[in-house]
């Protein structure tokens, strides 16, 4: 028998016999003729059956063979992995894809519980505890195409600018971010470890260590109880750190050319399925994205009449909301970088600038929602102990990691940014958990 | 000022002002000349600035800035990063790369403690100390150099041929592969969490989801108390899982394709740098790999006149250096898969050859030793049950698992192959901590 053909790959041969694998989406088991909708993992095709009812009389062996694949069909669970031999037809009637295959033989591989306990318009929450079954969906399938093309564009991006992939450990003996929203566990010798918040000292000592230009993308952990549409237990960190900047607008600019070729990437390869599925047109955005300092940025957020209820002088959710439909209606731009944040709401690594005395950072925002922060570290160590000291740290705690800036180092900077979040607003999903391959968060630790 | 360059482009640079910046590498401070190694992530360059011993009575301003050069460079603590400009020179007579830099100005980003804790012969423990500053030497670099270049290689590959990337949750609501060797931690809601060992489950699980062919390359995590050379706490697993297979045969016949390609990257980037650094030739294995069944393995070894001491019917470690011996003298090839294990000695899940009753499954061994193993995995739920309840696991805390395949799944297979272990064996390292960024085992959680 011929090899295996991919659904999406049918409309091009010629007709006649062809083997196909997936599984069962429907059956319409009519009288005279019975339609198998399948599935696989590039599209669905129109299988067809001229239903035997009885065995006549003078039953042949041909017309039992008939009868016995009438009943088989008609026994088929939704959801049953099966391969199926056929005659191909193209035949522009059919509306999926104008082309049907005439059945020969089927062969299940895996027959389906005939209960399928989710449907596709079942709530999110169900839906997250038969995850594996709503990942069939045609849309879900695509979501975790787009991620791959996406990721696989910000590595080549960075591979073809001589930069190095780490894996830092995500095994700590000291907290990697903040004592607050820390995973623990019981190590060897009676040490606590710490699952890493962040790369972020690992990929700090990347420049230390000579490496110039470094990525990750991993998984990051935060025992972060909020229920928030953007938030988890544990999340796909997209990292990045470079050498020899001039400030954090050097980050930014590298930032700003990558998600540039990155959504280049999706548009090119899903931009099509992705309007037919999502209804979103995919926008590669043009460099440079448009850049607005904090203070400004809250003063035309007030123009807005939108007053900002946080005392910290950083933006709220609704606040990013508002700057983004500025920078939408004023520039057309979906992306907009918030610089030249107060100290007080950075973290003690992010350097100052000499003259405003404001972070050398950005966060950025993207249809309104934050996905980064990004900055230029301070690579001096003095001045690193004492802005530590400021926030209440402990220096003598972060002695592993002050000791990366004691033998020399570069000026540096990066960016995190939650793949996730880009994933959603990408594909204008309502939540994070709708485009993470199985979620994590306070309540959902399974499947 | 000119834009930075890197070291490595300084050879096919006109003479003339240049800007680089790195570390101090060594000084010799000579009577009547000074020399100055900079190395940058490319390569190292001889930095030179005729010495201005003394201010002579008539000094002009010119004279007491050269006198504050020298003193200067006289100073630099070996480990300080700097940004030097000055004139560039091609000079046949200098042994580092044939040029020279005369220099103008030197700016110290970050001055490095003199007393430098290590040194490039330091023992193993004490360079995984201060790990920063060893993975400064240029062979520890270029370590990191060819692991991008091979990663980036696979998931190319893949990504050619439609594999999706899935990012599979490292926190589980119960084990992914054993009860041993397990890290536990609390979650909420009084809940306990587990770090995934593997993502097995995982990825079998998008086999369910109808997602076809996929990849992930994240960490897994072992409460493993050994100290070899081999294992860790936290490593790098390369995984890949795919529908619609005949037999482990279609895995290994992906895999080892993989890794011809992957080899072939690295040997055409790296190539003449791996000979330099580690004197070793990057061979790039010819396809098909050898297959031996395991019971003739063990009997080639067996004539080679080692006894394997192990009474499971496996391998030890120096049986699979004897069978890899013996496939190197008989086929001149360092890889080689065994096949044909006996259940007894694989994961419930693998698949069993009805004829034989041995798992359809392989280990792959390159240059003497273990760095995969795959299989067909058994897709039939009854069979599944079974095969767990033979090996004293309760079905029921398997339940999660087992829904995956009660709702219809198509046949599959795959392996898991540890990043490091095929990076330690291809540049010839006596141990994995050698290419791990930041090793972590039973004494080792820092930095």
């Known amino acids: 028998m011929s090899e295996r053909v991919l659904v999406k790959q049918l409309k091009s041969l010629p007709e006649g016999p062809v083997r196909v694998s997936g599984w069962v989406e429907t059956v319409r088991d009519q009288k005279k003729v019975q339609f198998v909708i399948l599935r696989d993992e590039t599209g669905a095709v129109q299988l067809v059956n001229p239903a035997t009812r009885e ?51 089927l062969e299940v591989a895996a027959a389906a519980n005939p209960e399928t306990p989710i449907a596709a318009d079942s709530g999110l929450d169900k839906r997250m505890d038969w995850r594996f079954l709503d990942l069939r969906q045609a849309r879900n399938n695509l979501i975790f195409r787009v991620q791959t093309t996406f990721e696989h564009a910000l590595r080549t991006y960075w591979v ?95 930032q700003e ?4 070729t990155a959504f280049q990437a999706v548009k090119d390869t899903h ?34 009449g939108y ?13 990013e909301r508002q700057i983004s439909a500025y920078v939408q209606e004023t520039y057309g731009h979906q992306f907009v970088f918030i610089t030249d944040y107060h100290p007080e709401i ?20 993207f249809k309104g929602v934050e996905i980064t922060t990004g900055a230029q570290r301070e690579h001096r160590v003095d001045v690193l102990i004492e802005q530590a000291k400021e926030k209440g740290l402990d220096p003598a705690h972060l002695d592993f990691y002050l000791d990366f800036f004691r033998y020399g180092a570069p000026p540096h900077g990066g960016f995190g940014m939650g793949l996730a979040r880009v994933l959603m607003l990408l594909l204008g999903e309502a939540s994070i958990r709708e485009v993470t391959y199985l979620f994590r968060g306070p309540t959902r630790l399974a499947p």
Do not use: C
């Open 160 to 254: 073809e600018r001589d930069y190095i992939e780490i894996h830092s450990p995500k095994l700590m003996a000291s907290p990697s971010e903040s004592n607050a929203e820390l995973f623990s566990l019981d190590y060897f010798e009676d040490k606590t470890a710490y699952l890493a918040q962040s790369p972020q000292f690992f990929k700090q000592m990347a420049q230390s260590a000579g490496f110039g230009k470094i990525f990750e993308i991993a998984p990051a952990f935060r025992a972060d109880p909020s229920f928030t549409s953007r938030h988890a237990t544990e999340f796909t960190s997209v990292d990045a750190e470079i050498s020899w900047i001039d400030s954090h607008e050097d980050v930014a600019h590298m």
């Open 257 to 260: 050319e990558l998600l540039q």
């Open 307 to 319: 007053e900002i209820p946080r005392t910290d002088g950083d933006l709220d959710p609704e606040g």
């Open 346 to 365: 950075r973290a003690f690594y992010h350097m100052r600038d000499a003259e405003t005395g404001l972070t050398k950072s950005y966060d950025l925002l």
């Open 55 to 105: 065995a006549t009389d003078d039953a042949d062996a041909a017309a039992s063979v008939a009868l016995a694949l009438t009943e088989e069909i008609s026994a088929l669970a939704s959801g049953t992995f099966l391969t199926v031999t056929g005659e191909l037809k193209h035949d522009e009637r059919v509306k999926l894809g104008g082309v049907e295959i005439k059945i020969a033989t």
């Open 271 to 304: 931009g099509a399925e992705i309007e037919e599925l999502f209804g979103i047109e995919v926008q590669v955005p043009a460099v440079p994205f448009p850049r607005i300092p904090l203070a400004e940025a809250r003063q035309i957020v007030a123009d807005r």
